[in-house]
């Protein structure tokens, strides 16, 4: 197989870890890398010698024989970019979330769907070994069907670091749109279900570093029966971070109590957890590594995973939760699904 020809543009944190494991595929070329800002360019072109760096795609797309293009900047004004890999017939992985608003999301995939090309979302934690074991667990294991569970995601997240990006620090919601579209993709992903209905309620603790809410607490209700208590916040009192999943089944219980493993299980008499055996992975990378071959495979002809398409539905959670919280009131995400087929 001839390796993927593709083009990463925007050159900011995210794009250190797409750049190590680009370079380190041997199923992905990359030809071109493009980034607005003078200095990320004068970065890649030294840690890159050789490589066509450019500030536009628009500048380097008709010269170096691309194929593909890897999204790696901040979700708000991406419409240029969209449009010109639409345009060219360029396959897209864009990070998540696919914008900051899901009407504009709604419209990519419209854009790309017309265009024919691939649009997939990168939904990195959904390759953890830890999700897929956890997600044949819940599936086809020993504790049987979720009935109800609890996610807690309690960070403090120093916005103001030179390593992090720093746009969140102004954006509305920047815990829904950066940090939870993770953990309700997850949500879907692992129980394999869709949302019906969101309570919820976004705040600041009065120590906040952002401008937008950093804490969401929400209910939401899935249709299988299955309701999550989530609990997410950037702002939290203490580090490190505290990350556990529990979901309850009737027939006992699964515990993920580390953003990238720590899985185990109880059924219901059970003295102790048991825990699931994970494969060594190294954290951030062999996630990505897997969501990039999956994208080479979908631009190879393969059925595609997170789709744009999918994506909306997740994106449609963090709008439940805005409306919910400024309504102090219970969202049918039909409401939503409605408002954006119009
Ligand atoms: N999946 C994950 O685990 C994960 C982790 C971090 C960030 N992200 C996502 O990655 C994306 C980028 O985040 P980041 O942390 O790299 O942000 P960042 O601010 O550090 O970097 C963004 C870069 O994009 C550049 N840029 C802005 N407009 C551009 C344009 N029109 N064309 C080309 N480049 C442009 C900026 O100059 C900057 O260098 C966001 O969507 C974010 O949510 C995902």
């Known amino acids: 197989m001839t390796p993927l020809r593709l083009i990463i543009t925007g050159l900011g944190a995210r794009a250190r870890t797409w750049l190590q494991v680009a370079s380190d595929s041997p199923d992905v070329e990359i030809v071109g890398l493009c980034d607005p800002d003078p200095a990320a360019r004068d970065r890649a072109r030294e840690a890159y010698p050789g490589r066509p760096v450019a500030a536009a795609l628009e500048d380097i797309i008709g010269t170096v024989g691309v194929e593909a293009v890897l999204l790696c900047t901040p979700p708000a004004g991406r419409l240029a970019q969209i449009t010109v890999c639409c345009d060219h017939g360029l396959a897209i992985l864009a990070e ?20 024919g090309v691939p649009l997939i979302v990168g939904l990195n934690f959904r390759y953890l070994a830890v999700t897929q074991a956890m997600r044949h667990l819940l599936t ?12 807690t995601y309690e960070r403090w997240r120093d ?31 692992v129980y394999g279900v869709e949302p019906v209905s969101i309570q919820a ?18 209910l939401i209700h899935f249709d299988s029966g299955l309701t999550v208590n989530y609990q997410g916040t950037w702002q939290a009192g203490h580090e490190p971070m505290n990350f556990n999943w529990r979901t309850d089944c009737d027939g006992g219980i699964v515990m993920q109590r580390d953003m990238f493993g720590d899985l185990a299980f109880a059924r219901r008499m059970d003295p102790e957890m048991t825990p699931v055996p994970l494969p060594d992975h190294t954290p951030w990378i062999s996630d990505a590594r897997a969501l990039l071959n999956g994208f080479v495979a979908t631009c190879r002809g393969a059925a595609p995973d997170c789709t744009g398409r999918d994506h909306l539905q997740s994106l449609m959670m963090l709008e439940g939760c805005i409306r919910a919280s400024a309504r102090r009131e219970s969202v049918d995400m039909e409401e939503i699904r409605a408002g954006l087929a119009a």
């Not at 086809?140 to 996610?151: A, E, T």
């Not at 390593?163 to 920047?174: A, G, K, R």
């Open 96 to 115: 998540k979330p696919l914008s900051d608003d899901v009407a504009t999301a709604a419209r990519f995939v419209a854009m790309a769907e017309a265009a």
């Open 140 to 151: 086809d294991g020993p504790v049987g069907s979720p009935g109800f569970g609890r996610f």
């Open 159 to 189: 916005g103001t670091q030179s390593w992090l990006n720093s746009y969140p620090l102004t954006m509305d919601h920047p815990m829904l749109w950066e940090q939870s579209i993770h953990h309700f993709d997850l949500m879907r992903y």
């Open 201 to 218: 309620h976004t705040f600041n603790p009065d120590w906040t570093m952002y401008a937008g809410d950093t804490n969401v607490s929400a």
